[in-house]
């Protein structure tokens, strides 16, 4: 497959029957607040609450008919695990997913409603990565990566080529950085589409492994990172990933933990969206000022909206 | 002015400049729960975060230069204070607000950040209704009622103006009742539309001014009820209300104050939006099975989403 607009495209057309086309919103009070003028695509808002069913619903029905046949296999406790358990049920198909012990409860329901099998594994990369082989060995199943997977990264850059369809004069896209898969996404559909647009990466400033990557040139690696944004606690990018983001992406910046949480706070008052703490991090850019664009158009990706709503992170009267 | 299609599509067209066209949204998880096809029109993404500024801005706008130059004036602790506030900024006139003392600091913040003009009042409906006039006298401003008001009822209709335009095939069109404003500009919409349609009101058990009054064929007055649902505290409904109520209306039902927090907790995590008491009200008379439309389609108005993110009514771990 070459990197080019025909893979956005057919990816585009490949998920449309199994995915929302999510709003656009705007706000007169955020734009006033931060002097642009601000287009959210509403990720949140997504079937299975995230972005991430398009990506999974992209590599579920690359696959052909033998090799769907054997199911999918992943590894993930958070959004990518429900997306793949959903695309691969409107497959008919079977999808095993890899959790590790002590997720989330929220999570593990999300997953079985949509009817994946999971195994539950010792935490840590290294567990998860051994029980996903095994199981993929044992069952024949397909392994969908979280973000090093050019059918996921497709998937992913669909929002933005929706984005842009509605708000063709953008000058800026945003997107938060976990894996890097998101982020790969974004940048080629963006750049393929509109080369002159700027394509910025937002990472929590404690899990700024992508950001090391980028300015090293190199995929570097850090220990499981404990930002509030648990959609963003992967420790290193992908093969894929790295060179697509150094190629297409034009900065990668770091936020704090306490501009993450004022920015989910900010958004849910004035957007009246649930979102959850990873898809405030593009916003707490701007509180931040972490780069000018006063009076310039930028469209932000809010990426979820999965969180636990008895855990809220500011305090109950 | 009579009640015709001419006068809804008349306050489509003066107000579409000043609103936004807010997303119609499904949800598979909430279709299989309740067992019907449900389409939520999402006026908590409306300007100023409620349906009320449709009514506000039609209100505002149908001014001559003469009257707007006056001002217009209300009383209201809620959403349409903002809106009349945010309409009159648009309109470039003064908004003269009076407020109970003792109004939520939220929605004082929200008043004031368009522009309003507040004047304080003792609480109660007498006190508010004798500063309103009052102030009216002295400036010559033009009072917009709530509810109780043709030009409001009229722009509130429009919103079931844009849900059938994108849902034509419902079989329901379910709203939360306060005054009746909201209720009465959904029923003249949806019956002028589309005459086979049914039509329900949903007011909270403890709040049932409006469906006493709907079955007694007359305005009774409660005392101010104490509700969860906050936009829905009014106490009797309007002269121009009921007749439209008791003509297009099929029924009013009522819920309990239980399934309303259900209900918010549900269409929050389900939905990822912000919503406030009110607007979960509708779909609480699913939870609670008070009319039976399996595997019908129905349309529910959500109608706001200005709430207090400390004061959730749910616990916090």
Same mark, same amino acid.
């Given at each position: 497959?070459?990197?080019?607009?025909?893979?956005?495209?057919?990816?585009?057309?490949?998920?449309?029957?199994?995915?929302?086309?999510?709003?656009?919103?705007?706000?007169?009070?955020?734009?006033? @607040?931060?002097?642009?003028?601000?287009?959210?695509?509403? #990720?949140?808002?997504?079937?299975?609450?995230?972005?991430?069913?398009?990506?999974?619903?992209?590599?579920?029905?690359?696959? $052909?008919?033998?090799?769907?046949?054997?199911? %999918?296999?992943?590894?993930?406790?958070? *959004?990518?695990?429900?997306?793949?358990?959903?695309?691969?049920?409107?497959?008919?198909?079977? @999808?095993?997913? %890899?959790?590790?012990? &002590?997720?989330?409860?929220?999570?593990?329901?999300?997953? #079985?409603?949509?009817?994946?099998?999971?195994?539950?594994?010792?935490?840590?990369? *290294?567990?998860?990565?051994?029980?996903? @082989?095994?199981?993929?060995? #044992?069952?024949?199943?397909?392994?969908?990566?979280?973000?090093?997977?050019?059918?996921?990264?497709? &998937?992913?850059?669909?929002?933005?080529?929706?984005?842009?369809?509605? %708000?063709?004069?953008?000058?800026?896209?945003?997107?938060?950085?976990?894996?890097?898969?998101?982020?790969? &996404?974004?940048?080629?559909?963006?750049?393929?589409?509109?080369?002159?647009?700027?394509?910025?990466?937002?990472?929590?400033?404690?899990?700024?492994?992508?950001?090391?990557?980028?300015?090293?040139?190199?995929?570097?690696? /850090?220990? $499981?990172?404990?930002?509030?944004?648990?959609?963003?606690? $992967?420790?290193?990018?992908?093969?894929?990933?790295?060179?697509?983001?150094?190629?297409? %992406?034009?900065?990668?910046?770091?936020?704090?933990?306490?501009?993450?949480?004022?920015?989910?706070?900010?958004? !849910?008052?004035?957007?009246?969206?649930?979102?959850?703490?990873? @898809?405030?991090?593009?916003?707490?850019?701007? /509180?931040?000022?972490?780069?000018?664009?006063? &009076?310039?158009?930028?469209?932000?990706?809010? $990426?979820?909206? *999965?969180?636990?709503?008895?855990?809220?992170? !500011?305090?109950?009267?």
């Amino acid at each position: 497959m070459s990197l080019d607009l025909a893979l956005l495209r057919a990816a585009h057309d490949r998920i449309r029957p199994y995915i929302k086309r999510t709003p656009v919103l705007t706000s007169e009070a955020l734009d006033l @607040a931060r002097g642009a003028r601000l287009s959210f695509k509403c #990720e949140n808002l997504q079937a299975a609450g995230a972005f991430k069913s398009r990506g999974a619903c992209n590599a579920v029905f690359s696959l $052909t008919d033998a090799e769907a046949a054997r199911g %999918v296999v992943t590894h993930s406790s958070g *959004n990518h695990a429900a997306a793949l358990a959903r695309a691969a049920r409107l497959r008919g198909i079977a @999808a095993h997913i %890899v959790m590790p012990q &002590g997720s989330p409860q929220s999570k593990v329901r999300n997953v #079985e409603s949509f009817g994946g099998l999971i195994t539950f594994c010792e935490p840590g990369l *290294n567990a998860r990565e051994a029980t996903c @082989a095994k199981l993929a060995a #044992e069952t024949g199943a397909v392994l969908v990566h979280p973000f090093d997977d050019l059918r996921v990264i497709a &998937g992913q850059g669909t929002a933005t080529i929706e984005l842009l369809e509605e %708000v063709p004069d953008l000058d800026f896209v945003l997107c938060p950085v976990g894996g890097g898969g998101l982020l790969s &996404g974004t940048a080629l559909a963006a750049k393929l589409l509109k080369p002159g647009i700027k394509v910025i990466g937002v990472e929590p400033a404690v899990a700024d492994d992508v950001a090391q990557s980028f300015r090293a040139g190199k995929r570097i690696s /850090i220990p $499981t990172p404990a930002t509030i944004a648990d959609g963003l606690r $992967t420790n290193c990018t992908g093969k894929i990933n790295l060179p697509i983001i150094r190629q297409y %992406v034009d900065d990668i910046v770091t936020v704090s933990e306490e501009a993450i949480v004022t920015a989910m706070r900010e958004l !849910w008052e004035q957007l009246h969206l649930v979102i959850e703490p990873s @898809a405030a991090v593009p916003y707490a850019a701007l /509180i931040e000022n972490k780069f000018t664009f006063a &009076g310039r158009k930028a469209g932000l990706i809010l $990426t979820g909206g *999965n969180v636990d709503l008895e855990s809220l992170p !500011w305090p109950k009267k």
